[in-house]
T-cell receptor, first 114, second 116 residues
Framework: EAGVAQSPRYKIIEKRQSVAFWCNPI?????LYWYQQILGQGPKLLIQ????????DSQLPKDRFSAERLKGVDSTLKIQPAKLEDSAVYLC????????????FGAGTRLSVL | AQKITQTQPGMFVQEKEAVTLDCTYD???????LFWYKQPSSGEMIFLIY??????QNATEGRYSLNFQKARKSANLVISASQLGDSAMYFC?????????????FGQGTRLTINP
């Protein structure tokens, strides 16, 4: 069974530029998550989707970050404009949902903002 | 609010020895799940083991076991017979089980190094 796919693996941009990350979850997983992991810290949830709908985006900086999940499968996370403090690894995860569902993570996209 | 504390920034262990990684948590939820993930230098978070707050027995998965002490609010990971490939960051995480949102709250992590 294929795991969570993310691209690109690495991205370097200058501040004030825009960037987009893509995620394809495990087949059949209804729930999709985007986490931000700053160097030296544990991941922090940015947004959770259940199928097409947003369940939790309370920690998403909505003035610059946006995310969508078209047709309840793939998802895109966008940053516009990027700031230096956005340098981090962006991890996508998916799960079947439900009370005890495990979240499975992709390899992440490492973003450097110069 | 939930909080995970991992007090060991780094651990160094000889190959084939057992190692315990500490994790304490704080939550007001009655029903919650505790998770351990491994993050090698490649960056992917790999799920290792899960313990539910109502599970009476400690969880085990191969060489991994979870020492769950509910009264002490601790959920330590035990790795038996450590191998060189166990060198990685290890994260303890938790989430409530009775809510719609399933946000995982992570600790700061422990970097484990296995010496030959």
């Amino acid at each position: 069974e294929a795991g969570v796919a993310q691209s690109p693996r690495y991205k370097i941009i200058e501040k004030r530029q825009s960037v987009a990350f893509w995620c394809n979850p495990i087949s059949g997983h209804a729930t999709l998550y985007w986490y931000q992991q700053i160097l030296g810290q544990g991941p922090k949830l940015l947004i959770q989707f259940q199928n097409n709908g947003v369940v939790d985006d309370s920690q998403l900086p909505k003035d610059r970050f946006s995310a969508e999940r078209l047709k309840g499968v793939d998802s895109t996370l966008k940053i516009q404009p990027a700031k230096l403090e956005d340098s981090a690894v962006y991890l996508c995860a998916s799960s079947l949902g439900g009370r005890q569902a495990v979240q499975y993570f992709g390899a992440g996209t490492r973003l450097s903002v110069l | 609010a939930q909080k995970i504390t991992q007090t060991q920034p780094g651990m160094f262990v000889q190959e084939k020895e057992a190692v315990t990684l500490d994790c304490t948590y704080d939550t007001s939820d009655q029903s919650y799940g505790l998770f351990w993930y491994k993050q090698p230098s490649s960056g992917e978070m790999i799920f290792l083991i899960y313990q539910g707050s109502y599970d009476e027995q400690n969880a085990t998965e191969g060489r991994y076991s979870l020492n769950f002490q509910k009264a002490r609010k601790s959920a330590n990971l035990v790795i038996s017979a450590s191998q060189l490939g166990d060198s990685a960051m290890y994260f303890c995480a938790m989430r409530p089980l009775d809510q719609g949102a399933q946000k995982l709250v992570f600790g700061q992590g422990t970097r484990l190094t296995i010496n030959p």
